[in-house]
């Protein structure tokens, strides 16, 4: 299953963008990207989602590199409630009875005023 | 309802006692997850069901865990049995189809502690 690779922590000033990277090298060619991030104990949040373009939505925005092989989460104003700990994820779907998300290790975003 | 409801929020189990954990998809979504965490950043991919069958049960630990999505019914994780390494967090989510890309939405969890 393809793993992706985050940096343990990351730092951030409250009004600043917040560059989240991801590798993703054995990412295969229909496997999305999904980032999602755990504020405290709660459940998953979704942010945003990609398989070759860039996305933006309400919340963020993903840069996917043209081969694929990484991708970074921007938040363009971080503020203090944006901290927590991000997940960058590969949606591993073979066959008929396989389609699951495979969580790696995360990066802790601290947000500071 | 517009958001996964899990029940309870805390769960305490003596070693060797039966634990049972519920969970309400999101109405319209078919597709129903369940993960473990047990340290803070490791999640487990235990089952998936797609309405009430199972669709992956790749991440059951067999012996001791069971679970069941059952037409008009919270669907539901049982241990039996429960040891002390079962103490976690166990997270359900949900997903409306497979074949578009849509996202999984996962619940608030249910805290299990084994003593």
């Known amino acids: 299953d393809a793993k992706t690779t985050q940096p343990t922590s990351m730092d951030c000033a409250e009004g600043r963008a917040a560059n989240l990277p991801c590798n993703h090298s054995t990412i295969s060619g229909n496997e999305y990207v999904y980032w999602y991030r755990q504020i405290h104990s709660q459940g998953p949040q979704y942010i945003i989602h990609?398989?070759?373009n860039n996305e933006t939505n309400e919340m963020a925005s993903l840069i996917i590199t043209e081969d694929r092989k990484s991708s970074t989460l921007i938040l363009p104003h971080a503020t203090l409630r944006d901290t927590a700990v991000y997940y960058c994820?590969?949606?591993?779907?073979?066959?008929?009875?396989?389609?699951?998300?495979?969580f790696g290790t995360g990066t802790r975003l601290q947000v500071f005023p | 309802g517009e958001e996964v409801a899990q029940t309870p929020k805390h769960l305490v189990r003596g070693e060797g006692q039966k634990a049972k954990l519920y969970c309400a998809p999101i109405k319209g979504h078919s597709y129903v997850f369940w993960y473990q965490q047990v340290l803070k950043n490791e999640f487990k991919f235990l089952i998936s069901f797609q309405n009430e069958n199972v669709f992956d049960e790749t991440g059951m630990p067999k012996e001791r865990f069971s679970a069941k999505c059952l037409p008009n019914s919270p669907c539901s994780l049982e241990i039996q049995a429960t040891k002390l390494e079962d103490s976690a967090v166990y997270f359900c989510?949900?997903?409306?189809?497979?074949?578009?890309?849509?996202?999984?939405?996962f619940g608030n969890g249910t805290r299990l502690t084994v003593t």
């Open positions: 990609g398989l070759k």
């Open positions: 989510a949900s997903r409306r189809d497979r074949w578009l890309d849509s996202p999984l939405h």
């Open positions: 994820i590969v949606r591993v779907a073979r066959g008929l009875n396989t389609d699951k998300l495979i």
